[in-house]
T-cell receptor, first 113, second 114 residues
Framework: AQSVTQLDSQVPVFEEAPVELRCNYS??????LFWYVQYPNQGLQLLLK??????LVESINGFEAEFNKSQTSFHLRKPSVHISDTAEYFC???????????FGKGTLLTVNP | GAGVSQTPSNKVTEKGKYVELRCDPI?????LYWYRQSLGQGPEFLIY????????DSGLPNDRFFAVRPEGSVSTLKIQRTERGDSAVYLC????????????FGNGTRLTVT
């Protein structure tokens, strides 16, 4: 069985500031790791994923996450956020299959002008 | 292009009633998933279809919940004798297949049981 802990339920930041959204997981097997984003009034969208290979993965809109096996973490970072990044972010893990995702409770990122 | 469509977007029902929630996946996606998101929680897996068959229904909370996908496309999640604790957003997702294909989620159906 897997579990995911998102340590911050809310993260308020100012525009152009850096941000880190924390995610820790536990699993007894090798894992795939994901970040999903939910913009207001929209469905969940895949932001980025780690399946294998390079431990640093990037999204097209400037977010990156690093898989750290020893710390069982997959923190999400962006060096400079925009107001349009305001959304809820969910970290998720699967135990080797792509379908049975276990999600964290989510982190609401609010970017203020 | 069309994404995953869920209807209705909102459903209010009385305790004890029967409800059906519909999911239209992206055309050509063979895999379909149902998740449930309660207030303040992340989505929780309910059931997964590969084609017409339920490959994994281990997340269904009890036998009041049932889902079908008779022609391998549209799926219906059915809840009998609804309880107030069933109130949640029910999410549907689809993907090309298992493996590395990303899940595409619909906007969900918000179910409120009064």
């Amino acid at each position: 069985a897997q579990s995911v802990t998102q340590l911050d339920s809310q993260v308020p930041v100012f525009e152009e500031a850096p941000v880190e959204l924390r995610c820790n997981y536990s699993s007894s097997v090798s894992v795939y790791l994901f970040w999903y984003v939910q913009y207001p009034n929209q469905g969940l969208q895949l932001l980025l994923k780690y399946l294998s290979g390079s431990t640093l993965v990037e999204s097209i809109n400037g977010f990156e996450a690093e898989f750290n096996k020893s710390q069982t973490s997959f923190h999400l970072r962006k060096p400079s956020v925009h107001i349009s990044d305001t959304a809820e972010y969910f970290c998720a893990v699967s135990g080797g299959s792509n379908y049975k995702l276990t999600f964290g409770k989510g982190t609401l990122l609010t970017v203020n002008p | 292009g069309a994404g995953v469509s869920q209807t209705p977007s909102n459903k209010v029902t009385e305790k004890g009633k029967y409800v059906e929630l519909r999911c239209d996946p992206i055309s050509g996606h063979t895999a379909l998933y149902w998740y449930r998101q309660s207030l303040g929680q992340g989505p929780e897996f309910l059931i997964y279809f590969q084609g017409t068959g339920a490959a994994d229904d281990s997340g269904l909370p009890n036998d009041r919940f049932f889902a079908v996908r008779p022609e391998g496309s549209v799926s219906t999640l059915k809840i009998q004798r609804t309880e107030r604790g069933d109130s949640a957003v029910y999410l549907c997702a689809s993907s090309l297949a298992m493996g590395n294909s990303p899940l595409h989620f619909g906007n969900g159906t918000r179910l409120t049981v009064t």
